[in-house]
């Protein structure tokens, strides 16, 4: 195969063409040098990409050497000329800021808001080529034309090319969605239900061990996972943890890792006795189910010194690919997963391609379907890889041609990639191809986020939507497709995050080749000057200079990203003076630059050098200030500074950022106000917060032609804001938000803050109706603006309203169709809470709402749940209440909620609680109230959903004990104190 497939290189070629036509040609016109060799690049890159689909033949075919040095050395040639044109890009983008702040000395600067490439409006002349670019240039010229020699003496001419691609032509795949519905798992039901009850076994006898054995892609991870999630399970264990451990067998590592999980809290330690220590203690006397996945370490003095902590109560279960691991640790039973049968691995395969059971409904399909499944040779892995590559293509001869590629008959690779595997991988779409390869930067176990993974593609220029704006709905698109086709899985521990297959990863490693690298411990890393990507992981506090000796030779490299296989909370990492001050400078044509966690205090001024960086990433770390360097990244796409603390502000000059479409500075609360210049941040789609200081309320305008922004998005420092300023914001004209959070400050005594001026603000930052997340917090009027409770925002379904410590009465929400979940916080003047809460003549106010909190309404004295209308059906599907911190409460909750499932009631001391109206409750804890009764007139029945009780500070508990144990006999958890 290829170094990232013909395809995936065929769709960067045609990319370089098109920048060719573009502007490029406009740009350099004047310089008649530069454009001859520019028109010969536009001539010659169609004629090799014409040829690439044979090239990839000959590779499969005839495992021709000289072909594959041949696609090397284009790929190198095609990321040098892509620096070269992205170089251009970047000296019009800045000639062309020049010369509209030129033009804009005397009028406003937000009228001159800079466009994208087009070569209009100023002088290409201006740009003055060194003799070092035009080096270059003749260089590739050079190049380029060696490659289309060496191609005819290859014997890949444009015709056979042709030939080739008419009879062999990929399947058109259709996009997938992760959402297509649940796959039942099978073939392991025996095994599973065994392990189940050999866990569920009381012994005292100390530590009991269970391994799964078994090829790689035979389904171990999964079998682990199934019993690991079994309802059951949580019932048997009180602590629960899952190490993916694979090829490092650290047993620092992996006891910090048990640690954490148990804790729930970042552990520092790096002292394996002290950690062992720890870890018993907080073992001791508990029942502890660990799953340690992956293990190739075949010491059996290493394993000894790991289990040391564990106990009587602690049942292991491990899964390996060799049968020594599970020799040594010493299993009570070893389950060796064989191959599937063919009717499971049939089922397999149907569930994946065809979303069904079995061909009973597609027999066009049944014949080749089965033959194909044959050859996944009782993989499960396989027949779901090749399963999910045919989903949705319903061309029987487009299965044929799967089932007769001569990928089927490729030897395994020695890392034990079958060929199911790279079939899968040969038959993805081109896009694809580029996106799944530039994975192979991720270590083994690590699990990622979605809109992380679409940022750093984004940034490489794997996403090329038609219209620009579109990049990060194609990134979903990509990544559900690869979701879809099992090349990403959905992680075990964290439904919200993803991670490669052991196989998936070396498939990636294996078609990326040199191209992406990674330095992960102490392992000795191959690194080629052709290398473009790297990252590195993070596995220690301390990363000395000779570690990054290896990025010296990698002049090229457009990624620098560091990892972490450990949890993100841990101590910050050290970097070297020597890796900012020295090494980052070389590194010239960085597209992603990320020093996430690392213990940097100031960054050196090195931005002037960078001029590709799409990407920037400092999260997590001490800086206190950017510097002004940072504004001269015309191409920078993305921004994140979340959690930076210490970062007091932003660089005065971010209005030349004129690419920018994504800035995070969640947890950097140090900021507290916005420079000027965001209203020449058309492109921005993603803004987490922007800050209004003292003093600076116009600037809150800058956000009036900013009409792309989406997703979630907050405003503070709204006392500094006027009714005028505010008019401008225009949120009502952007759609795409999703979430919206208004802050004002929490001096609500503050004699400068007028309630009417801030009544004013809030009924112009009326939004858009698609709203579906509203939080206000700290507002200071004494009363809501209407829309907040309008009924034609039907998509809002979270409303937290926060410290709005002068509003004397609720808005009326029971209107809000789809309201799920309403908190409401700090309200100091309401004393009542009746027929305005739920909206006057409301037939079924809170229709939807499933989660109900009211906490610190310190004078709230009456809850009139009738509304003045008892028929009127309220609260239909509310599964949770809590009240805490109403100390003057008097009277009853709503009664007759049968959906509730669980009710909390916290320091309201003079409310009265009956217990009598829950017949769905699960839950109840109730600490401090006046009183708590039970319906004495009806019969006493046993509330059978019941799992937990807490009562404790009653003043008076009105339930004779005989009713206490009818209702409640049958309890898990039962507790009554004081």
């Known amino acids: 195969m290829s170094v990232i497939g013909e395809a995936a290189l065929s769709v960067f070629l045609e990319l370089l063409s098109g920048k060719l036509v573009d502007f490029v040609l406009n740009f350099v016109a004047y310089h008649r040098q530069v454009h001859q060799h520019l028109e010969q690049w536009q001539a010659v890159l169609p004629e090799i990409n014409a040829v690439l689909n044979r090239a990839e033949e000959k590779q ?47 009028s406003k600067v937000q009228k001159l808001i800079p466009t994208c490439c087009t070569g209009a409006n100023f002088s290409p002349t201006s740009f003055k080529f060194n003799n070092k670019m035009i080096s270059k240039i003749k260089e590739i010229t050079g190049r380029l034309n060696s490659l289309n020699t060496r191609r005819s003496s290859l014997g890949l001419s444009e015709i056979m090319s042709q030939g080739a691609t008419s009879k062999g032509k990929k399947p058109r795949l259709q996009p997938t969605s992760l959402m297509d519905g649940a796959v039942e798992y099978v073939g392991r039901a025996n095994e599973k239900q065994e392990m189940l009850e050999l866990l569920k076994i009381n012994n005292s006898d100390g530590v009991c061990v269970i391994s799964i054995v078994g090829m790689g892609g035979m389904g171990k991870t999964t079998l682990a996972q199934l019993v690991y999630n079994d309802a059951s399970i949580k019932e048997s264990f009180d602590h629960k943890a899952w190490v993916c451990v694979s090829d490092e067998f650290d047993a620092v590592n992996i006891t910090k890792t048990i640690l954490q999980s148990i804790t729930s809290e970042p552990c520092a330690y790096n002292d394996l006795n002290l950690l062992q220590v720890k870890l018993k203690e907080k073992l001791s006397g508990k029942r502890f189910l660990l799953v340690l996945d992956d293990i190739w370490n075949e010491s059996s003095t290493d394993w000894t010194i790991l ?65 194909i499944v044959k050859k996944c040779n009782g993989l499960p892995l396989a027949a779901k890889a090749i399963g999910s590559l045919l989903r949705s293509v319903k061309d029987h001869s487009e299965w044929e041609k799967i089932y007769e590629s001569e990928i089927w008959n490729l030897p395994e690779d020695p890392c034990g990639i079958i060929p199911a595997l790279r079939l899968s991988y040969h038959y993805l779409p081109p896009h694809l191809k580029r996106c799944f390869a530039y994975c192979s930067i991720f270590p083994k176990d690590y699990e990622f986020e979605e809109e992380e993974i679409i940022l750093l593609w984004r940034a490489e220029g794997f996403l090329q939507p038609k219209a620009k704006s579109q990049a990060k709905g194609l990134g979903n698109q990509h990544f559900q497709d690869l979701v879809s086709r099992s090349f990403f899985q959905i992680s075990s521990k964290d439904k919200s995050r993803f991670v490669m297959h052991d196989l998936m990863n070396d498939l990636a490693q294996l078609v990326a080749r040199e191209i992406c690298c990674r330095l992960e411990g102490e392992k000795q890393q191959k690194f080629s000057h052709r290398s473009r990507h790297s990252a590195y992981v993070s596995d220690d506090w301390c990363h000395n200079v000779k570690k990054f000796e290896a990025f010296y030779q990698m002049t090229s490299l457009r990624t620098f990203l560091p990892l972490r296989l450990m949890d993100p909370s841990y101590p910050e990492i050290y970097l070297s003076n020597v890796v900012l001050d020295d090494l980052l400078p070389r590194l010239s044509y960085l597209r992603v630059l990320s020093l996430h966690g690392c213990e940097i205090y100031d960054l050196p001024d090195l931005f002037e050098d960078l001029k590709h960086l799409r990407y920037l990433n400092f999260s997590s770390t001490k800086i206190n200030s950017l510097p002004d360097s940072l504004c001269s990244l015309y191409h920078l796409e993305t921004l994140i500074l979340r959690n930076c603390s210490k970062l007091k502000n932003l660089p005065s000059k971010i209005g030349n950022l004129v690419s920018l479409h994504f800035l995070d500075i969640r947890g950097a609360d140090s900021i507290e106000r916005m420079p000027s210049g965001f209203d020449q941040l058309t492109k921005l789609q993603t803004l987490s917060n922007f800050v209004i200081g003292k003093g600076d309320g116009h600037l809150i305008r800058e956000l009036k032609n900013l009409s792309n922004l989406r997703g979630n998005f907050c405003l503070s420092g709204l006392e500094n804001v006027n009714g005028r300023d505010a008019r401008e914001v225009k949120l009502n004209e952007k759609p795409r938000i999703e979430g919206l959070e208004l802050h004002w400050s929490t001096d609500l005594e503050n004699y400068t803050r007028k309630k009417e001026v801030e009544e004013r603000v809030l009924d112009f930052l009326c939004p858009q109706k698609k709203l579906e997340q509203l939080i206000v917090e700290n507002y200071g009027g004494a009363k809501f603006s209407s829309w907040v409770a309008d009924s034609s925002f039907k998509n809002l379904s979270s409303l937290k309203l926060y410290n709005c410590k002068n509003c004397k009465s609720l808005p009326s929400v029971g209107r809000l169709p789809l309201l799920k979940d309403l908190s409401i916080i700090g309200f100091h003047e309401v004393q009542k809470i009746g027929v305005e809460f739920f909206g006057e003549n409301e037939l079924k106010p809170f229709a939807s709402l499933e989660i109900l909190s009211f906490e610190s309404l310190p004078n709230w004295k009456e809850w009139d749940t009738c509304g003045g209308d008892e028929k009127v059906l309220k609260f239909s ?76 500070n009653i003043s008076k508990f009105n339930i004779p004990a005989d009713r206490i144990k009818l209702r409640f006999g049958n309890l898990g958890y039962f507790e009554i104190k004081g």
């Open 307 to 371: 289990r040391a902590p564990f106990g009587a109560g602690t049942k292991i279960i491990v899964t390996t690919r060799l049968e020594k691991v599970s020799s040594n640790v010493d299993s009570v039973k070893a389950f060796y997963l064989d191959k599937l049968s063919h009717p499971d691995c049939l089922f397999i395969f149907a569930q994946h391609a065809l979303k069904a059971r079995n061909f009973d409904g597609h027999l066009q399909f049944k014949e080749v379907g089965e033959n």
């Open 60 to 106: 499969i075919k005839d495992k021709d050497e000289g072909v594959k040095n041949w696609l090397d050395d284009l790929q190198d040639l095609a990321y040098d000329v892509d620096d070269i044109l992205d170089e251009f890009a970047y000296q019009q983008l800045r000639l062309k800021l020049q010369n509209l702040q030129a033009q804009a000395s005397t």
């Open 877 to 952: 599907s509310l599964r949770e209440i809590s009240i805490v911190d109403c100390p003057q409460l008097l009277g009853t909750l709503p009664t007759h909620v049968s959906s509730l499932q669980k009710l909390e009631i916290l320091t309201c001391t003079s409310l009265v609680v009956s217990i009598s109206s829950f017949p769905s409750l699960c839950g109840l804890r109730i600490e401090g109230c006046a009183e708590v009764v039970d319906d004495c007139s009806s019969p006493a029945k046993e509330v059978s959903s019941l799992q937990t009780l807490s009562l404790s």
